[in-house]
């Protein structure tokens, strides 16, 4: 089955000097199964690919001219997009201590939230947890956690704009089931 693609154009964004990150979320959320995202930028978004893939998205990149890359983001087979876990896989979250810092970064742009977390991280000791409060789902932090060798998890709060994340300093984490 062939893949139908909407269409995003971030390049007015970016000559604008902004920040197109939410609005390609945004419209990634909004797809439909068999969607996939035809994205128009004006640089070849290397970061976003990972970002993309943690959500199950492929991606095929070409220079249009003129500097302008079109990027089409296609979902991955469900045998595929179900290998990649949402959650790092240890300790269960009811093994941890309470968390010994507290962040609220909500009101704060990209990338200042993901600065601050990972400020924080480094003043921590092995074991303890931080708790962060952030607008979005953290896919640029997530994999930065994880080389950095700490273990997280994360969702939605019931209010559905709120991304609550705990995240435990250290490899195994506290007491690793």
């Known amino acids: 089955m062939t893949q139908a693609y ?3 154009d971030v390049r007015p964004i970016l000559r604008n000097g902004g920040e197109p990150f939410g ?3 945004e419209a990634v959320a909004s797809l439909k199964p068999e969607q996939g995202l035809r994205l128009y930028a ?3 978004p290397v970061p976003l690919f990972h970002a993309m ?3 199950g998205f ?3 990149a070409k220079e249009i001219g003129g500097g302008d890359w079109e990027i089409l983001f296609s979902r991955e087979s469900e045998n595929d997009s179900a290998k990649a876990p949402e959650l790092s896989p240890q300790p269960a979250p009811d093994a941890w201590p309470e968390p010994s810092q507290h962040l609220d970064s909500r009101d704060l742009e990209p990338p200042e939230p993901m600065v601050r977390v990972l400020a924080a991280l480094e003043t921590m000791q092995e074991g303890e947890v931080l708790s962060a409060l952030l607008c979005r789902k953290p896919i640029f932090l997530i994999p930065e956690i994880e080389k950095r060798g700490h273990v997280w998890r994360g969702d939605f709060e019931p209010d559905g704009t709120t991304y609550k994340i705990l995240i435990c300093v250290g490899g195994a984490g506290p007491a690793a089931a």
């Open 58 to 60: 492929a991606h095929e």
């Open 53 to 55: 893939a943690t959500r």
């Open 6 to 8: 909407i269409d995003l």
């Open 42 to 44: 004006t640089f070849k």
């Open 23 to 25: 609005a390609i979320m």
